[in-house]
């Protein structure tokens, strides 16, 4: 069984990627896709909860014992994940709001639309779906925050605009940019 991809641009936490996909999605997802309007962007800044359920497997089909395996493996580390996404501190310092203002700066962006997988499966647009666009702000933050010691230790970069230079490498369009500006403003100022 194939699983259903919904594709939010993370980065990976690892210094020399930057991931397109986040796989997963919620059961609480709506079908906002036919405007360029994005949930995130209307609510409160996204709860620990929320960011870490946007990774949760759906199926795309029948549930078949990968299917469920993924979804046990996610469930058993889901209360750690969300103990350390309660304890960052990108998470505790995002300004009352940060998540919606950088959902509003990005979500227009052709990124979020709906698309087909090369074998063939539609993936609906992730407008609709809570936390999946803040959760992008929120992991460019935190990304930052755990590169930037050894990026600094091997002289790579030292401030937000080397780790944006690094991580936009192959993708250097202004989508990609407004992207980290969008949340270094709204969702970790402290880091300007």
């Known amino acids: 069984m194939k ?4 594709t939010v641009p993370a980065v990976v936490l690892a210094a020399a990627a930057l991931a397109a996909a986040l796989t997963g999605c919620s ?3 709506t079908d ?3 405007s360029t309007e994005c949930v995130d962007a209307t609510l409160p800044n996204a709860t620990a909860e929320e960011i870490v359920d946007v990774l949760r ?4 089909g029948q549930e078949d014992e990968t299917y469920r ?4 493996q996610f469930d058993q580390n889901r209360s750690a994940e969300i103990e350390r996404v309660k304890s960052s501190s990108v998470f505790t310092a995002t300004p009352e709001g940060g998540d919606a203002a950088f959902a509003t700066a990005v979500c227009g962006q052709a990124r979020w639309d709906a698309a087909t997988t090369p074998d063939g499966v539609d993936v609906p647009s992730v407008r609709g779906q809570r936390a999946a666009i803040a959760s992008a702000g929120q992991t460019f933050c935190y990304t930052f ?4 010691p050894s990026a600094e ?10 780790y944006v230079e690094m991580m936009t490498r192959g993708d250097d369009s202004a989508d990609a940019k407004q992207l980290y500006t ?5 969702v970790c100022p402290q880091f300007a």
């Open 3 to 6: 699983l259903a991809r919904r």
């Open 27 to 29: 059961s609480e997802s």
């Open 32 to 34: 906002a896709a036919a």
């Open 57 to 60: 497997p759906q199926p795309a």
């Open 69 to 72: 395996q993924l979804v046990a």
């Open 145 to 148: 925050e755990q590169l930037r």
């Open 153 to 162: 230790s091997t002289g790579a970069w030292s401030d937000w605009p080397g």
């Open 182 to 186: 969008a949340a270094l403003e709204n």
